[in-house]
């Protein structure tokens, strides 16, 4: 597929990796779609209007009036409300219910942590961990953290922070706090997985990185690539109203999943469906397969 390349617009914001199985052309009459290499979430963060100023920005482009539904987008921000576009948006956070008709999900960027995949389950300290954020606009966080403090019948890892991780990322304190959170996922048999201040939770694909099983509460989260992964087979989707109850839920999940070869083998398969389709090394192949459907 041959494309034009925009690596920048009129407003300040971070480029986007160039898909590298993509073919570039310099000419925008030879080309089949207008790649934008920008962040838009970082337009989206900048502008008075929030998401309402990213469409006015994009139509400034030369190409946008006529072919609006050959360019292509990347949007990685917690942010949900559809931008309003016929044009192919690569976007991390996705409401089901309200999308753009040609957004596509896309997983966000974390860590191979496959140096922990493979570990004995029935020598895993923890039935569950998280550390994170303890809130979301919903409580869901809260709650589920509530319920699992007063389950004496759960082994819990859970260590909470009030400030997002961004805001201490690579200094002292950010590396003492990641390696807390690579000893509770080393030692835990389930991931709690919430939705945070967007529709989506890094937890996730951290979990299914580290060949652990997450367990999903984000009910309206449009999980990303279901035409590859089978999100049934390698994770547990719990409803944002047993959020309160979700302590019972890791209990009843761990009697089905006796013996833990069953849980070994769901693990297996989290973290093959993380390598083999959301893991940021398989995302230009991935992003050119979507193209070639989508245009």
Same mark, same amino acid.
């Given at each position: @597929?041959?494309?034009?390349?925009?690596?920048?617009?009129?407003?300040?914001?971070?480029?986007?990796?160039?898909?590298?199985?993509?073919?570039? +052309?310099?000419?925008?009459?030879?080309?089949?779609?207008?790649?934008?290499?920008?962040?838009?979430?970082?337009?989206?963060?900048?502008?008075? &209007?929030?998401?309402?100023?990213?469409?006015?920005?994009? =139509?400034?482009?030369? +190409?946008?009036?006529?072919?609006? !539904?050959?360019?292509?987008?990347?949007?990685?921000?917690?942010?949900?409300?559809?931008?309003? +576009? &016929?044009?192919?948006?690569?976007? &991390?956070?996705? *409401?089901?219910?309200?999308?753009?008709?040609?957004?596509?999900?896309?997983?966000?960027?974390?860590? *191979? /942590?496959?140096?922990?995949?493979?570990?004995?389950?029935?020598? %895993? %300290?923890?039935?569950?961990?998280?550390?994170?954020?303890?809130? $979301?606009?919903?409580?869901?966080?809260?709650?589920?953290?509530?319920?699992?403090? =007063?389950?004496?019948?759960?082994?819990?890892?859970?260590? +909470?922070?009030?400030?997002?991780?961004? !805001?201490?990322?690579?200094?002292?304190?950010?590396?003492?706090?990641?390696?807390?959170?690579?000893?509770?996922?080393?030692?835990?048999?389930?991931?709690?997985?919430? !939705?945070?201040?967007?529709?989506?939770?890094?937890?996730? /694909?951290?979990? @299914?990185? =580290?060949? !652990?099983?997450?367990?999903?509460?984000? $009910?309206?989260? =449009?999980?990303? @690539?279901?035409?590859?992964?089978?999100?049934?087979?390698?994770?547990?989707?719990?409803?944002?109203?047993?959020?309160?109850?979700?302590?019972?839920?890791? @209990?009843?999940?761990?009697?089905?999943?006796?013996?833990?070869?069953?849980?070994?083998?769901?693990?297996?398969?989290?973290?093959?469906?993380?390598? *083999?389709?959301?893991?940021?090394?398989?995302?230009? *192949?991935?992003?050119?397969?979507?193209?070639?459907?989508? %245009?």
């Amino acid at each position: @597929m041959k494309v034009y390349a925009y690596t920048e617009l009129d407003v300040p914001a971070r480029p986007v990796a160039r898909p590298t199985t993509l073919e570039y +052309t310099e000419n925008p009459a030879e080309a089949d779609a207008f790649v934008v290499l920008v962040e838009l979430g970082d337009v989206e963060r900048r502008h008075p &209007q929030r998401v309402g100023g990213v469409l006015p920005t994009l =139509a400034r482009l030369p +190409t946008w009036e006529k072919h609006e !539904r050959r360019h292509v987008l990347w949007m990685h921000s917690d942010e949900d409300a559809p931008i309003g +576009t &016929q044009a192919v948006v690569f976007r &991390q956070s996705v *409401d089901k219910r309200r999308r753009d008709p040609n957004v596509v999900p896309w997983p966000p960027a974390v860590d *191979d /942590f496959g140096r922990l995949a493979g570990m004995d389950y029935e020598q %895993l %300290l923890y039935h569950v961990c998280f550390v994170g954020l303890d809130h $979301d606009p919903l409580g869901v966080r809260r709650r589920c953290l509530d319920s699992l403090r =007063a389950c004496p019948g759960l082994n819990c890892y859970l260590d +909470t922070v009030n400030r997002h991780w961004g !805001r201490y990322e690579g200094t002292p304190e950010g590396d003492q706090r990641r390696q807390i959170f690579i000893d509770a996922l080393k030692q835990s048999r389930l991931v709690l997985a919430p !939705r945070g201040a967007g529709q989506h939770s890094y937890r996730l /694909f951290e979990a @299914m990185s =580290a060949g !652990r099983i997450p367990v999903v509460l984000a $009910d309206d989260y =449009a999980l990303p @690539m279901p035409e590859y992964v089978d999100w049934d087979a390698c994770s547990f989707q719990v409803p944002e109203a047993r959020a309160a109850s979700v302590a019972g839920e890791i @209990m009843a999940i761990n009697e089905r999943c006796r013996p833990q070869s069953c849980m070994r083998e769901m693990a297996h398969r989290a973290r093959r469906a993380w390598a *083999d389709w959301l893991a940021p090394a398989r995302w230009d *192949d991935m992003v050119l397969r979507y193209l070639e459907e989508m %245009l």
